[in-house]
């Protein structure tokens, strides 16, 4: 039982930094580093995560003296990677917060402001309608798991005896952004199609009837326009959102590896 306890300073010092990652990926992982979950949840759940993968990745490679003023930066660098993979991650929710918003908007619904947990901001009811569903469709499809598997992996990618990690990945964040909103107009294209011929066919009936007052006239109809025509393209949102987790992933891990 003492040899339990006999622990090495690289050691100590390999699990503080596998630590440290883990505690920045809980902060800013999607569903689970929402505003929301208690503080205590998310460091007892990075702690697990760490007692778990700790065992497997390659930490004997490490040969750091415990005094060794390159501690701080190995700490800086972990506590980087690990807020860089959770936002990363938040890319499909912001895309179908996006999605949401545009809808919302075109809608006519964007007056009612409610905060949302999981982007920290106010939105509307539209937009926690899609945020609610995409963290189901998400757990649907276990992508908690395949998120708990890219942190994993990302130990083989970036290393902790890895001193310096590349910015250069970083100029290609633009072309992501130009993805991400094109996948929300994606989705969000079968309400701007409707609502846009719904405010033709009114425009021509005001016109051929002006005694009918368009402006109150407009807003229930589109409203009730875009509920009917997003009861019937839910099925192709939920088969974008796939499409979007897989597109998420592609770039998640093209990102770390440029690391």
């Known amino acids: 039982m003492p040899a339990l306890y006999n622990f090495s300073m690289t050691e100590v010092l390999a699990f503080a930094l596998v630590l440290l990652r883990m505690a920045g ?15 205590q949840v998310k460091v007892l759940f990075a702690f697990i995560m760490t007692v778990v993968i700790f065992p ?13 003023l390159l501690i701080i930066t190995l700490a800086v660098k972990e506590v980087f990677v690990g807020l860089v993979f959770g936002y990363l991650a938040r890319l499909f929710f912001i895309s179908v917060t996006m999605a949401g918003q545009i809808m919302g908007v075109s809608l ?19 937009d926690q309608f899609f945020v609610i569903l995409a963290s189901i469709f998400f757990l649907a499809i276990n992508g908690h798991h ?3 598997a890219g942190i994993f992996d990302s130990f ?8 310096w990690i590349s910015l250069a990945p970083f100029g290609g964040f633009g072309v992501i952004a130009e993805q991400i909103m094109a996948i929300a107009v994606k989705m969000s294209a079968p309400i701007l199609i409707s609502i846009l011929f719904m405010n033709v066919a009114i425009a021509v009936i005001g016109r051929a009837v002006p005694q009918i007052n368009i402006l ?3 807003l229930p109809l589109n409203i009730l326009a875009g509920f009917f025509v997003l009861f019937l393209a839910l099925p192709l949102l939920l088969w974008q959102m796939h499409g979007l987790v897989n597109v998420t992933a592609d770039e998640l891990f093209r990102f770390v590896k440029a690391l």
């Open 25 to 39: 990926f809980v902060v800013a992982m999607p569903i689970f580093g929402t505003a929301n979950v208690p503080v």
């Open 156 to 163: 083989t990618l970036v290393p902790l005896n890895k001193i």
């Open 146 to 148: 395949i998120m708990i």
């Open 56 to 68: 497997q990745i390659g930490w004997r490679a490490m040969s750091m003296d415990i005094d060794s």
């Open 108 to 126: 006519g619904l964007s007056a009612a402001q409610l905060f949302d947990p999981m982007m920290g901001e106010s939105s509307t009811s539209f």
């Open 216 to 218: 109150i006239t407009s």
